[in-house]
């Protein structure tokens, strides 16, 4: 079983029940359908950003974003209630970006290749 460090699994308890709340108790309509991917604190547990996901344009990407934001002093009053943390992280919500890259390079790779395939979409050479 490998083992964690501490901030990895206060990361998780954290995305868990960031995404409850956020799910069921802010009821603020601009955030809509949104997803926490992830959670990344800082050494120090002071500062922790919330990395989320939902669709739509950037306009309404934007617009989740502002809803969140306004809803984070709620999400970390319900978070104090919640965890047995001594101290609990000011949140900072993002967009996370890392599938628009993954398509986006995934595009570039089917450009450059001959054949137009990606290299995922290869089939496995025998040896």
């Known amino acids: 079983m490998p083992r964690f460090r501490r901030t990895d ?14 799910r069921d108790a802010v009821r603020d309509p601009r955030v809509g359908l949104a997803t926490v991917t992830a959670v990344e604190t800082s050494p120090e547990l002071d500062h922790a950003k919330v990395y989320i996901t939902t669709l739509g344009d950037e306009e309404e990407r ?6 969140l934001r306004s809803a984070a002093p709620f999400v970390r009053s319900q978070l104090s209630k919640r965890l047995s943390m001594r101290r609990i992280p000011e949140l900072h919500f993002e967009i996370d970006r890392v599938l628009e890259e993954a398509m986006r390079i995934e595009a570039l790779l089917r450009e450059a290749l001959p054949d137009g395939r990606a290299p995922s979409d290869a089939p496995a050479s025998e040896e």
């Open 62 to 67: 934007a617009e989740v974003l502002t809803g």
């Open 9 to 22: 699994r206060i990361n998780e308890l954290l995305r868990e029940e960031i995404a409850v709340l956020v």
